[in-house]
């Protein structure tokens, strides 16, 4: 259990997927205006990512016992595709409020690289299938408190006055993001 | 002729997918640590991009429109894996250092922009042309910003040693803030160069390839609808 959380906690706030290993950076940066846009995708992200890693893992072990592993990045990106529009289909029909919350978000990220990137991570570090879901959850949970962060920041970045001409805009939000990620590097070495 | 030079070299600088379109982000951060490893992904997504590009030219009368994102990836799908098995067998320490972000080369959004947004609806010849400058275009931002960190961040440059010691290098520039800011300070030079010629892009999802198979937009069409309404009420 203490390993679990641990993987858990440290894909959070040491290995954050947007902050330290660029995974994801579209979506971080895109919908980020807006608190409760980037709440919605974040919450999204989580619901997709841990739902990828729990189809994935076990067609990758299927897959690698007729030793065509290879073949991997083509099903996992086929695979995460249907499964997202299947839910999407899913959730308008049985659930529509849960739909009307995450439902725009889901297939923005059918080509989010945070998505196949976990699952492909997984399988390099040969998780086991529990560990697997856990560090989903952590990546997506990161992914949504890297989101909500910067949504804060974001909001008092409004007024330029005073900064240069070519800073304003993308060139002043990715400064902004490096020192957000600058802060992030103090958890370093949290975890083993 | 003047038309075909014009595809081939607008990706250069005049509509670069990393410092003007914004586009492919993620691996221009992530993967630009050194001169080296830069212009390996950018020439890896360049084979990628133009042989995607030349099959969805060829395929765009069969491919049902309904259906052509999932058509399109997995086509580039295919493309990567032969680009992933080919640098495992031939360069391997590049392999190495690319890790994770050769198989996400797949989701890269320059590649699948460009499907969407050129390859389906040009000949073949053209959008071969449009995959190399736009692959041109990304090799050099890749390498330009790779070989910045470097400089920076290890005071090496291709693996040789630049400050022969007498400068401690800041090792921040490899790190992830590094990359940030980097992209940042190179995205201003590209604002200030050409402040008159091209038209500011920012962060949104009118600027995203997918916007337009993407129900975002038919949640802002329907929000604008409302707020005319309101508007008129």
Known sequence: MVGLITIMMSVILVDNFVLAQFLGICPFLGVSKKLDSAIGMGAAVIFVMVLATAATWPIYQALDSFEIGYLQTVVFILVIASLVQLVEMILKKYVPSLHKALGVYLPLITTNCAVLGVTIMNINDNLTYIESLFNALGAGIGFLLAMVLFAGVRGTLENEKGVPAPFRGVPLTLISAAILSLSFMGFSGLFQ | ?233
Not at chain 2, 182 to 210: E, I, Q, R, W
């Open chain 2, 1 to 233: 002729m003047g038309k075909k030079l014009a595809i081939l070299t607008k990706g250069l600088i005049k509509e670069n997918p990393v410092l003007v379109l914004l586009l492919g982000t993620c691996p221009a951060l992530a993967t630009s640590t050194s001169l080296i490893n830069g212009v390996g992904m950018g020439i890896s997504a360049t084979a990628v991009l133009i042989c995607s590009n030349i099959v969805i030219a060829m395929l765009k009368r069969i491919i049902p429109d309904k259906v052509r994102i999932p058509c399109y990836i997995v086509v580039i799908a295919g493309f990567v894996t032969i680009v992933q098995l080919l640098l495992q067998a031939y360069v391997p320490s590049l392999y190495k250092s690319l890790g994770l972000f050769i198989p996400l080369i797949v989701v890269n959004c320059i590649i699948l922009g460009r499907a969407e947004m050129f390859a389906s609806k040009n000949s073949v010849i053209d959008s071969a042309l449009d995959g190399i400058g736009m692959g041109i275009g990304f090799t050099l931002a890749l390498g330009l910003m790779g070989g910045i960190r470097e400089f920076f961040g290890a005071g090496t440059l291709m693996g040789f040693s630049i400050y022969a010691g007498h400068i401690d290098p800041m090792g921040i520039f490899m790190l992830a803030p590094g990359g940030f800011f980097v992209y940042g300070v190179l995205v201003a030079a590209v604002n200030h160069f050409t402040a008159n010629g091209t038209k500011k892009k920012s962060f949104s999802c009118d600027d995203c390839p997918l916007f337009n198979s993407c129900s975002l937009k038919e949640d802002e069409e329907v929000k604008n609808k409302l707020e005319k309404k309101g508007a008129e009420a």
